[in-house]
């Protein structure tokens, strides 16, 4: 067992991870850039609205991690049905899409053209197969091009800014639930009333606090537990000699302070692998730089409007694809839980991607309330008139961004890092992986026990790409 475990970020990796160190009487130090705990599942008090960083909705597969949650909620739980739709031509389409609501809904013309280019793409599959070589080429080949372009490839390239065919077909594996339209149809029609179980699936959110109360249960366990959490803490070396780090310099209220690492320590970072390549010192080879360099994340914007009205929709989320709107999705905190607004309002989270530092980026929080006012008024979703406040996120580490060359870039930092022996890099931003709440903790969970025990399950093999992530 090791003599103490600093941990780096204090996201839902590395208090999961915290937490159960703690438990195990591993003694624990977590630093933490913000001001409190959560990374991207933190949430936020804007006035009366408690909100989160776009829609959380926590689900897994595993019962260990759904006990593992609950336990950090301790009470503070209740259960939901997902309902997430697409506003597409003024309508709305249940996403994961339903053949039904398909056919009834679109255009139709464009019906028709998606019912031949179905067929055209299926023939051209017999005759000259289509290589799942990128995103375009994945959802083209198994949707045909209309329904692909209309449902897929259009929102992809709002949401991530490059073209479809630039990025890596590992995204839509992950994140298309269903394989194909035969598959859509399929379901459809052999799950009772219209519903496939993989359309409207149960999940968790606390009654109180936000997605936030998770990490933050993590924390009161690691503190009950002897673990010390140091928030406001933003990391900013890591000194290094004979494969090991040996000292980690952080930046707290304006000063510097440097801890060193001892010879029975161990070192969980939870930051973005590229940005701790960057903090080796002495510094790591050109080439590694150069990847740490075009490994890329996309930002979010979050625009928060508060309204005077009951609800706007009854969605969790909708996706808003359409190429003339900026905002690509919504989200409404009060379908999550009734307590994140007062009585008689509600409130809108829009999300607008950039690049950290680009023209959207350096936009003034009322430019960004006021596209989002627009766009969403533009729409029907509500009247410019009943926003009665705003406030504006910027996130730069939101998305890893999965473009042709990302596995490559990735592999060299994480080749680099390995000879670091007392180090693990882990969670979402430290294996670039592009997963979801419960595989963080699931990671974290898993260096816990690996570095308590001595042994344990492997936390690089969560949320490869062979899992689904619905
Ligand atoms: C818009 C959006 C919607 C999502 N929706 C869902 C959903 O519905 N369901 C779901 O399960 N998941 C969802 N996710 C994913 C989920 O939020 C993440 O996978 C998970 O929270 C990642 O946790 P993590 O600890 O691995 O990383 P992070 O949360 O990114 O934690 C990393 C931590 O490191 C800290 N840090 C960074 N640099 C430094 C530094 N130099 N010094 C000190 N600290 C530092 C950060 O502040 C942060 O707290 C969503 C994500 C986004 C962006």
């Given at each position: 067992?090791?003599?103490n475990v600093h941990i780096l970020g204090g996201g839902?990796?590395g208090m999961?991870c915290a937490?159960?160190?703690?438990?195990?009487?591993?003694?624990v130090r977590v630093l933490e850039a913000a001001p409190?705990v959560?990374g991207?599942?933190?949430?936020?008090?804007?006035?009366?609205?408690?909100?989160?960083?776009?829609?959380?909705?926590?689900?897994?597969?595993?019962?260990?991690?759904?006990?593992?949650?609950?336990?950090?909620?301790?009470?503070?739980?209740?259960?939901?049905?997902?309902?997430?739709?697409?506003?597409?031509?003024?309508?709305?389409?249940?996403?994961?899409?339903?053949?039904?609501?398909?056919?009834?809904?679109?255009?139709?013309?464009?019906?028709?053209?998606?019912?031949?280019?179905?067929?055209?793409?299926?023939?051209?599959?017999?005759?000259?197969?289509?290589?799942?070589?990128?995103?375009?080429?994945?959802?083209?080949?198994?949707?045909?091009?209309?329904?692909?372009?209309?449902?897929?490839?259009?929102?992809?390239?709002?949401?991530?800014?490059?073209?479809?065919?630039?990025?890596?077909?590992?995204?839509?594996?992950?994140?298309?639930?269903?394989?194909?339209?035969?598959?859509?149809?399929?379901?459809?029609?052999?799950?009772?009333?219209?519903?496939?179980?993989?359309?409207?699936?149960?999940?968790?959110?606390?009654?109180?606090?936000?997605?936030?109360?998770?990490?933050?249960?993590?924390?009161?366990?690691a503190?009950?537990?002897?673990g010390t959490i140091v928030t406001g803490a933003t990391v900013r070396h890591m000194?290094?000699?004979?494969?090991?780090v040996?000292a980690i310099g952080y930046e707290r209220?304006?000063?510097l302070v440097e801890e060193?690492i001892?010879?029975?320590?161990?070192v969980v970072s939870t930051l973005?692998?590229?940005?701790l390549?960057?903090m080796?010192?002495?510094?790591?080879?050109?080439?590694?730089?150069?990847?740490?360099?075009?490994?890329?994340?996309?930002?979010?914007?979050?625009?928060?409007?508060?309204?005077?009205?009951?609800?706007?929709?009854?969605?969790?989320?909708?996706?808003?694809?359409?190429?003339?709107?900026?905002?690509?999705?919504?989200?409404?905190?009060?379908?999550?839980?009734?307590?994140?607004?007062?009585?008689?309002?509600?409130?809108?989270?829009?999300?607008?991607?950039?690049?950290?530092?680009?023209?959207?980026?350096?936009?003034?929080?009322?430019?960004?309330?006021?596209?989002?006012?627009?766009?969403?008024?533009?729409?029907?979703?509500?009247?410019?008139?009943?926003?009665?406040?705003?406030?504006?996120?910027?996130?730069?580490?939101?998305?890893?961004?999965?473009?042709?060359?990302?596995?490559?870039?990735?592999?060299?930092?994480?080749?680099?890092?390995?000879?670091?022996?007392?180090?693990?890099?882990?969670?979402?931003?430290?294996?670039?992986?592009?997963?979801?709440?419960?595989?963080?903790?699931?990671?974290?969970?898993?260096?816990?026990?690996?570095?308590?025990?001595?042994?344990?399950?492997?936390?690089?093999?969560?949320?490869?790409?062979?899992?689904?992530?619905?």
């Open positions: 067992m090791p003599a839902l990796a999961s937490a159960d160190l703690c438990k195990a009487g591993v003694k409190q959560g991207l599942a933190q949430s936020l008090k804007i006035g009366e609205f408690t909100v989160d960083l776009g829609p959380h909705r926590f689900h897994s597969n595993a019962q260990s991690i759904n006990d593992h949650v609950l336990g950090a909620l301790d009470g503070n739980v209740h259960h939901r049905e997902r309902m997430s739709r697409i506003f597409l031509f003024k309508r709305f389409f249940y996403y994961p899409l339903r053949a039904g609501n398909v056919f009834r809904n679109l255009p139709p013309l464009i019906l028709l053209r998606s019912f031949l280019d179905y067929w055209a793409m299926w023939f051209r599959q017999k005759v000259s197969p289509l290589p799942d070589d990128n995103f375009e080429n994945y959802v083209r080949k198994r949707f045909g091009n209309t329904l692909a372009r209309t449902f897929f490839s259009t929102y992809t390239e709002k949401a991530w800014q490059i073209p479809a065919s630039q990025i890596s077909p590992d995204w839509a594996s992950q994140r298309i639930t269903l394989l194909n339209l035969w598959d859509v149809v399929k379901k459809t029609l052999t799950r009772p009333r219209d519903v496939p179980r993989t359309y409207v699936s149960k999940f968790i959110y606390p009654k109180e606090g936000g997605v936030g109360s998770i990490a933050q249960g993590y924390r009161r366990i503190e009950a537990n002897g000194r290094h000699a004979g494969g090991r040996t209220d304006g000063k060193s001892g010879a029975d320590d161990r973005p692998v590229n940005r390549v960057e080796l010192d002495p510094p790591a080879p050109r080439a590694v730089l150069d990847a740490a360099r075009d490994l890329k994340h996309k930002a979010i914007l979050f625009v928060y409007l508060m309204l005077d009205r009951e609800q706007v929709t009854p969605d969790h989320w909708v996706y808003l694809p359409e190429k003339h709107l900026t905002v690509h999705r919504i989200s409404e905190f009060k379908n999550f839980a009734e307590s994140t607004c007062p009585k008689g309002k509600t409130l809108v989270c829009a999300e607008i991607t950039c690049n950290e530092g680009d023209e959207r980026w350096r936009m003034s929080d009322a430019e960004l309330s006021a596209i989002a006012t627009r766009d969403l008024a533009s729409v029907g979703l509500f009247r410019a008139e009943e926003v009665i406040d705003s406030a504006v996120r910027k996130v730069p580490y939101s998305y890893p961004l999965y473009d042709l060359a990302y596995r490559k870039n990735l592999q060299t930092l994480l080749g680099h890092l390995r000879q670091l022996k007392n180090l693990v890099s882990t969670g979402r931003q430290g294996l670039f992986r592009y997963g979801n709440m419960d595989h963080s903790i699931a990671m974290g969970a898993r260096v816990a026990r690996t570095l308590a025990t001595g042994q344990g399950p492997d936390h690089g093999e969560v949320a490869t790409e062979d899992e689904s992530f619905d």
